[in-house]
């Protein structure tokens, strides 16, 4: 699914043995950027609302950046990084069988 081929930015490279596997990365992305963005958006509510706020109302928006900021970042990841390229998640991604 990563588009760095389809912008010239891949030559169909693998990574290095020690790189992060494609969903460990996307979670990590994703897991980071949530905690930003339901801060940005609990401040973005307080910027809006002013004196009218209400728990509920601020605890949405929160909810609501977390989701779309960690969701974003996530696919992000997914589309632009190298670790995300088929063939690295082909050689890298799979469980081991023993």
Known sequence: MSLRRFFG???????RS???PCSRLMR???GIFS????LGFWVLC???YG?????PRSFRWAACGAI??????ALLVRLFSPECEPQNI???DKPKQS
């Open 90 to 92: 082909a050689a890298y």
């Open 9 to 15: 930015f891949s030559d169909g490279e693998l990574c």
């Open 51 to 55: 004196p009218r706020i209400t728990v």
């Open 35 to 38: 905690v930003g963005g339901g």
């Open 68 to 73: 779309s900021v960690g969701s974003t970042s």
């Open 18 to 20: 020690d790189a992060k």
């Open 46 to 48: 307080r910027l809006h």
């Open 28 to 30: 990590h992305t994703a």
